[in-house]
């Protein structure tokens, strides 16, 4: 299942880094790493929110070297999540 969150609640953490107040209630539980594909790298983050969890992907280009352009500085004033399960993994 999609929702769409305003992206600024979302975008003030995949780009700061930090998780901010935000008037949606957004609780962020995973970072996932950066997966490189060649030009771009793209990296996953779960939040949950009102006891779902939901998936949103960020990609970036550049250089570790010079600077990264990271897609969600495109998002608009809204974005799409992706609804995930939570499940555990068995050793």
């Known amino acids: ?3 769409q969150f305003k992206s ?3 975008k003030d953490y995949v780009l700061d880094g930090e998780s901010v107040e935000n008037p949606e209630g957004i609780e962020f539980i995973e970072e996932g790493e950066w997966e ?3 030009k771009y790298s793209y990296c996953e983050y779960i939040f949950k929110h009102e006891g779902k969890h939901y998936s ?3 990609s970036r280009t550049g250089s ?3 600077e990264y352009y ?3 500085e495109d998002w608009g004033e809204f974005v ?3 609804e995930v399960k ?3 993994k068995n050793n």
């Open 1 to 3: 299942m999609i929702k």
């Open 8 to 10: 600024q609640s979302i």
């Open 36 to 38: 490189d594909d060649g």
């Open 56 to 58: 949103i992907w960020n």
């Open 64 to 66: 570790y070297y010079s």
């Open 70 to 72: 990271y897609g969600s």
């Open 80 to 82: 799409d999540c992706q």
């Open 86 to 88: 939570k499940v555990s």
